[in-house]
């Protein structure tokens, strides 16, 4: 099929997509097509897997020879398998909520218990922390490397954060070997789901694009060191067709699940290896495709970018399968279509978003937006017992960050105008509530760099960023309200740029939880390169913003040295916690100086 009759048959499917999204505008929300009782916090094991492990880990425990574990041993534990949360704002005492795990303290406490540790867990601690070391959010995602983010720092940067990614997962790929050696030394079956995590992650690469770019750079003689060092490190074995056959006959009844064969579907494509794909899904059956299968193909297909095989397979979902699109695969599709640069395609998909009006969420709702980790694991639940108990209920598809941030990215980086932008950032906010994140900012800032060179919109972004960072973290700093306040900012401008004045997020409807836009050093970085291109031909003008840029890092060196920062620990102190707070002034205060430029 040519390109063109490509693009066309991929027109018809995605109006036929967006049809389907607008239909779904009356459907139920998530929450109300599923019961409390029917949620399981760990659906991805069966109840008889549970009971099996409960009673092996009895067992185990009833020994007569057990050696026992001391109560501060096993506190040290419990502290890191379940962190309460502390602010970085001001000193509070902790909140009952959950702060994120540390897998390597959590990891490091573990091995502090008798061995093997896992026959000394309590019956009540054994899942979630199993649960936890098995889904390591940081696993796939280390570091900053994504798609949308590679166009933002420099090749050696990027070189360095692919090769901590590399280690990071090696490390923590041998903790978890290890516990499952620990496993059998205990006689507690590993599930189904941890052997096919052991197997993702065994296996795992980077997307497709992203090696393409990590590994273009470190073949550039300029970078021959680094770039040597980037290419040896070893990413993992090789998921060859004889390593395809082997895992499929290691266990026959295991190989005819989905789940399993979703598993091996996910390292085939990522290694490249057609042959095993098609034999992966002649397995499955076209009929029993299931969500992750689809999410699976139309993913890497794209990133591959394998215009036929991800028309045929959008083709299929399209016509045999339109149930399974929830928001997370529509995601997918908006992303892949982008990245296959079929931007108008992308564009057409969001459409139907802007026809909805405000969508208000009751508080327990609000996971829906998926702003935090603990969100996205509410949503995986939530969704796995609607497929489990109302799996023909159609659902209202409630829009996210990542619906919009492809076509953001395309307007931030193709040289969009401001106008687009502002206006996309306004649908965000007044129709679906969304809070703007950090790198819905760096993308924004990165416009300026590129192709915007507007420094009255440049001065109304960092005005937004101080607003919205204020606002999220509960702050309201006078100081800051009043210097905003007195920044001049032309009528024409605010007429101009209204979805970037102010939040229209409703008050009783933000969330600091997950502290999902920080003032990183990243970010400080871009918006003083923004802020040198907007002004490349006011010499005078870039000599002020240099010397405030200049005086930032000295300050922020000299707070971070005189305070330890730099050193590494468990859990912030009532101090760190000042000496953060002391940064983010800093960072503040430059940020007030630019907009007096």
Known sequence: MSKLDLTHSLSEIVNSIARYISNCKGKPLLLRVVSPSQISEYSHLSASEQAHRQKALSNFQQLPRLQKCSPSTYSSLLSSLYPTKHSLAELRAPATARSEVNHAVLYRNYLNLPSPGVGHLRDTDLEPFMSEMFRS????????????????????????????????????????????????????????????????????????DIRRHVLGLASQARLTDLGKTAIEIQESPSFTWETYIDLVDLDPELANDIK?????????????????EQHI??????????????KILLDNHGMHRNYDSFERHLS?????HIHLLDINLLNIIIRSLSVLGLHSL???????????????????ERFLRQLTYADKRAYSSHLSARDQFAAKEHLFLYANEHTFRPILQHYCVDGGTIEEISELIQLMEEQWNLQLSTQVFKL??????????????????????????????????????????ETSIPNNVIELLGGLIESKVPGDEITSDGVFLKLSNSLMRLIFKAYHSTYQNDPEKRKIIENIETRLWNHLAQTAASTNMTRLKDEATPADLYSREELIFLKKSSLLELLDI
Not at 316 to 320: E, I
Not at 347 to 364: H, I, M, N, Q
Request: aromatic share 14%; glycine share 2%; with cysteine.
């Open 137 to 208: 959010r940081a696993f796939s995602k280390p570091n900053v490397l994504s798609s949308s983010s590679l166009f933002l720092y420099n090749d050696k940067y990027l070189l360095k954060q692919f090769r901590r990614g590399i280690e990071y997962r090696s490390h923590h790929l041998n903790r978890l070997w290890q516990l499952s050696r620990d496993m059998e030394d205990a006689q507690i079956p590993v599930s189904d789901y941890e052997r096919c995590q052991l197997i993702f992650m065994t296996f795992y690469r980077d997307r497709p």
């Open 260 to 276: 399993y064969l979703n598993t091996l579907l996910f390292c085939a494509l990522r290694h490249g290896n057609w042959r095993a």
């Open 281 to 294: 899904l002649s397995r499955i059956g076209a009929d029993n495709f299931n969500r992750e299968t689809y």
């Open 316 to 320: 299929a979902l399209a016509t045999k």
């Open 346 to 364: 992308a564009t057409d998909l969001t459409s139907p978003f802007k026809e909805f009006g405000a969508v208000r969420l009751a508080p327990e």
């Open 444 to 485: 924004i800032f990165h416009a300026f760099t590129v192709g915007v060179h507007d420094p009255e919109a440049l001065h109304v972004v960092v005005a937004k960023l101080l607003q919205q960072h204020d606002l999220y973290f509960d702050t309201h700093d006078a100081w800051i309200r009043e210097k905003l306040n």
